[in-house]
Structures are given as C-alpha cells and as structure tokens.
C-alpha cells in the first residue's frame, strides 16, 4: 500500500527554521508533481509550494524568498526548508502527489497525513 510519510514538524519561535520532508513508500515507480499545502484553524487549504519531476517549482507569494521545496528522485523524497518563520506560518503542513505509478497501477491526488508546524511569536 502507498503512503506518503511526513515528518520535521514542530514548534519553532518566530525567525527560526524548519525542514519539512515527504517520503513516499516502495512500491512507487514514478512520482509526478509533489507539493506542500498548509491549513490553518478555520481557514481554507493553501498551497505553499510544489514542485514538478524535471524540477520546476512554484510558490505561494506568502512564502517566496522564505521557504525552499526540493526533491530527491532516486529516493522519491520531497523536502520544504522553511527559513525566517512567522506566526502566521502556522498550520498543519501536507504533502501530496499529483500522479503516481505503482505496483498495484496509477494513484492520481494522492495526500500525506499531514504534520504541525507552530511558530510562536
């Protein structure tokens, strides 16, 4: 069975540093778009940053300058380095695959179990 494991989360005081990771499981022969998504307490899911196969990234206006998302293929791993956080950073942090090619066949809009981040101010 597929998963996608998060891990890096936690409190942190404001102007401080975290690294988000998102590793997907074996059994996956190719990973599509990966990206980073965050809600707060009664605000909607937002994207932060995504990032495609060949490299190409995106990010949220919010958290240009600030945050870094990078991957590594050979191990199907996606990392957020979050730098210069803030307390609206706050939020629960998910990470999510567009597409993906398995052994059990293709998983489109597949969803990590999510993991806190806490900046305090």
């Known amino acids: 069975q597929v998963q996608l494991v998060e891990s890096g989360g936690g409190l942190v005081q404001a102007g401080g540093s975290l690294r988000l990771s998102c590793s997907v499981s074996?059994?996956?022969?190719?990973?599509?778009?990966m990206g980073w998504y965050r809600q707060a307490p009664g605000k909607q899911r937002e994207l932060v940053a995504d990032i495609s196969s060949g490299g190409d990234t995106n990010y949220a206006d919010s958290v240009k300058g600030r945050f870094t998302i990078s991957r590594d293929n050979h191990i199907n791993t996606m990392y957020l380095e979050m730098n210069s956080l803030k307390s609206e950073d706050t939020a629960v942090y998910s990470c999510?695959?567009?597409?993906?090619?398995?052994?059990?066949?293709?998983?489109?809009?597949?969803w990590g179990q999510g993991t806190q981040v806490t900046v305090s101010s």
């Open positions: 074996k059994g996956v022969y190719t990973v599509g778009t």
């Open positions: 999510k695959v567009d597409r993906m090619g398995t052994a059990w066949g293709p998983i489109y809009d597949y």
